[in-house]
């Protein structure tokens, strides 16, 4: 026995399956068992840990078998013969060489990612922006969830990936996904993954957002918009960090740093039965809140600044210059998509100013008189909004409310019973 290793045998496969939650650094299977076939446990191990080390011994020599077995992630295959004892610690010694270079590029590959962030990033000279540093500093350097509340386009994704650079103790990648792009019917299986024949169309295995993101962070943008119904099993995956592929009976472990966004009120939701209040506890652990631009004016000529010099670089042209009426312009303006806002309108001056000039022609708003509303909601929102505004002021008189809105008065009654109005 090797003093360096620390060696476990198991003559049961299953009770080896039961203990894979230690983590094993390598797992060396006899592919002839007369419990359960080789290649059946090599298919359950990879199951509850995709990333596990596998070495196969074996009798036989059948290359189809290794070449499929290599394919499958085995990391070897060896042959019993009487130098089997050498030939054991010499492949255990090459995949630790193997694994600890991995794990050198990980690290080297991290170091990369943090140079690469530019703290330029996340900037202005706002007190707001300072708080917001020393926030991403400390929601780094803790394993508490995160939740980033905003209105649309003040940076909520820039800053998750700002804690994910900012992170010393994570391995693993990024994975960001928007909740309110994907169809409620398949966000399940981009989430948790899914098994070969799960459903139709399932032609092969997917591995999920959740290990994909085991060892790093995962990111769910507009958290508000999942389905009632998935935020159970969402919930649970976040509690108990195991999630088990649809069509698949295995529990898998993950490990990741959880961050979600939204730009509504999810307090309200709560209270009109869209959100599940456990849920809302259980990612609200650590809050950052990105307050609007129209708020931080001050930042808007170093905001301008920025997006004007990155825009020249990126184009490999002369940096304009942006007089002062053309700032004094923007800072009258109350910018409704904020950051995301002013980008796109100071890229546009670039475009349209001349001789590198950015004047105050060269600043095009948008008609801020034809917008009658300032917050983002949906359509529906707005129309519940306006008819509840009708009861309250008619005294709930829900006849005359239909009159007047061109309605019918069993769409109010509807409402009412759906918790979308309320009735006196």
Known sequence: MNPDHDVSLYSDPFKLLKDLSKKPDLVCVDFLMPEMDGKQLIDKIFKINPNQDILVISGQSNIPVVIDLLKAGVKDYIIKTEDLKNSLWKSVNNIKEKKKLTNEIKSLKKQLRNKSLQKA??????????????????????????????ETGTGKELVAKSIFNSAVNLSGEFVSIN????????????????????????????????EKAN???????????????????LLRAIEERKIRRLGGNELINVNFKLVTATHKDLTKLIKQNKFREDLYYRIFGFPIHLIPLRDRRNDIPVLSEYFINSLAKQNNKKIPIIQDDAIKKLGNYTFPGNIRELKSIIELACVLCEDYIIKAKDIRLPNVKKAPFTEEKTLNEYNNEIIQYYLDKYNFNVKKVAQLLDIGVSTIYYLAKNNRIHLK
Do not use: V, W, Y
């Open 215 to 233: 060892n790093g962070i995962l990111f769910l943008d507009e958290i508000a918009e999942i389905d009632f119904e998935l935020q159970a099993k």
């Open 179 to 210: 909740m309110s792009a994907i169809p409620s019917d398949l966000l399940e299986s981009e989430l948790f993954g899914h098994e070969k024949g799960a459903f139709t169309g399932a032609d092969q295995r997917k591995i999920g957002l959740f």
């Open 121 to 150: 990033d996340i900037i202005g000279k706002d007190l707001s922006i300072k708080l917001l540093n020393a926030h991403i500093e400390k929601a780094a350097s803790t394993n508490i969830n995160i939740c980033i509340t905003g």
